[in-house]
């Protein structure tokens, strides 16, 4: 298992690294970090990557609340391309994604795999077959170098009934996700491909993009890593549509591209072209 972590103390405001890059960690070495993050919550207050992004569950929940969850459950550590969860499985936990980036798969029983969604630091998976006491209906696997916290299902009924502002940023994150899945339903009749991918890129900037220096506010990186194939399920096209979909907003201006990253130029001309308001999916 990989992973890297940072700390940061209260007293200096100093963000220091604890890194464990290309080295895999045993059970021991698990429980250690794990009992020097508890220590660093417990002296300082203060856990790093603190500033989560406010469109995810950590984001939305009191600072107390937060770093009261940070401390439940147990800590895991995840190279890129490892499955976190797996569909069909019947086990009762979550993850709480503290750094990196997973995406949810679902396969169909003929064999195609469709990318459901992206989730960042600061989010939860899994929580569906917790909650309806089902089986997995996706697998989650790590992008990059993904930590995440397991929490059993009871430890996390215990802490919502605990944390009521916890249970109403269950409930946002539920609804923000069922929002997304009806506005790409609706997509696929009301819009021409063209439109559907730029919604999907405009909505994934709104909640993951990064502001590149110099940007004007205007230029940002999409924040996540995701191929034309990814997209294309994301937008519900076949490949060579969301090619050629992509190629045109590029000579458009909109956006510009490398390996497997996307760089929007100008956010607004993104979200009116797109027809997508100033929210988060």
Known sequence: MFGQFWLRSDKTGHVSPIRFSGTRLDGSMVRHLDGALRRTVRLSGVLVNHRWPPSTFLGRLRSTTREELLGQGTLIAYPPHRALLQQGDDSQHVLLITSGVVKVVASAESGYDMLLAVRIAGELVGEMAVFEERPRSGMVVACSDVTARIIQAR???????????????????????????????????????????????????????????????????????????????????????????????????????????????????????????????
């Open 155 to 281: 430890a996390l009924e215990t802490f919502l009934t605990r944390h009521p502002d916890a249970m109403r940023a269950i409930l946002h994150m539920l609804c923000a996700r069922l929002r997304w899945a009806n506005r790409r339903r609706i997509d696929f009749q009301a819009y021409d491909s063209l439109t559907r991918l730029a919604r999907v890129l405009a909505e994934l900037t709104q909640a993951y993009a990064q502001p590149v220096p110099d940007g004007g506010g205007k230029r940002c990186d999409l924040g996540v890593t995701l191929t034309q194939r990814e997209l294309a399920s994301l937008a519900g096209l076949a490949l060579n549509t969301a090619e050629k979909s992509l190629a045109a907003l590029t000579a458009m201006g909109l956006v510009e591209r490398s390996y497997r990253s996307i760089t929007i130029c100008d956010v607004p001309k993104l979200l009116e072209f797109a027809k997508v308001v100033a929210d988060n999916p």
